[in-house]
């Protein structure tokens, strides 16, 4: 199992005292667990798609509604991110969507125009793979392409990089997003679970009561899945790649 985000962070007193609360959950929540695996719309909202589980053997198929701007999301969040985002701007904040649902041949031309550009900025075919390959997933890869994730900027600073976090919808949302059923996917500190550099722009939806438990744990998606899910769900990383 992958190092954990949790346990990176803390010191040596808080890890035990996390992993006597981690135990606790996993007691407390044992019959809710078993349920998730039979219910499944629940567990539908739990699919995971990264470097190593792509979205062609999850067996998911969006459900598109539009949103604002012409974005398109799984129906399962569209109501959750529309609440989100007025809530964010009621409290002063200039909040914009840049991305939602992609297609698997939109993500084929976003992630080959990136390479593409790298190589024509000096870099060999290989080296351009690597480095795209920690910000922008392969085609069918993606977790845009579950329509369950949105990247979200703020409109003073909409450059989808890590000074999102500094800004003040960045905070807002880091802060409260999770009370709404999104996670920030990949935060810092996690490359080598995710698969991913930190992207305080992207958010993905769980779920209310999984996102809570991840923002309270300070874990990310994989970790929650390996404790409290299945071992199927568990993710072998092969530390020699060049992710992370």
Known sequence: MPVSYLSK????YVRVAAIIVVAALLILAGARVQSWRTYGPRSRLLTLVNPWNPVSETGYTARLV???D?????RACAESLQKMLADCRTAGRNVVI???????????VLHDVRVQSLVDGGLSPEQAEMQVARTIAAPGRSEHELGLAVDIVDGENPETDKTQAETPTGQWLAANSWKYGFIQ??????????????????YRYVGEDV???IYSLGITLEEYLSLFYSDEAQVEIDQTSSYG
């Open 9 to 12: 962070r803390l010191s040596p």
């Open 66 to 68: 539009e949103i604002e």
């Open 70 to 74: 012409g974005f398109q999301v799984d």
């Open 98 to 108: 840049t991305d939602a649902y992609r297609s698997v041949d939109d993500q084929l």
């Open 185 to 202: 996917r990949y935060p810092d500190g996690a490359e080598e679970i995710t698969g991913y550099d930190w992207h305080p722009w992207h």
């Open 211 to 213: 996102a809570r438990n």
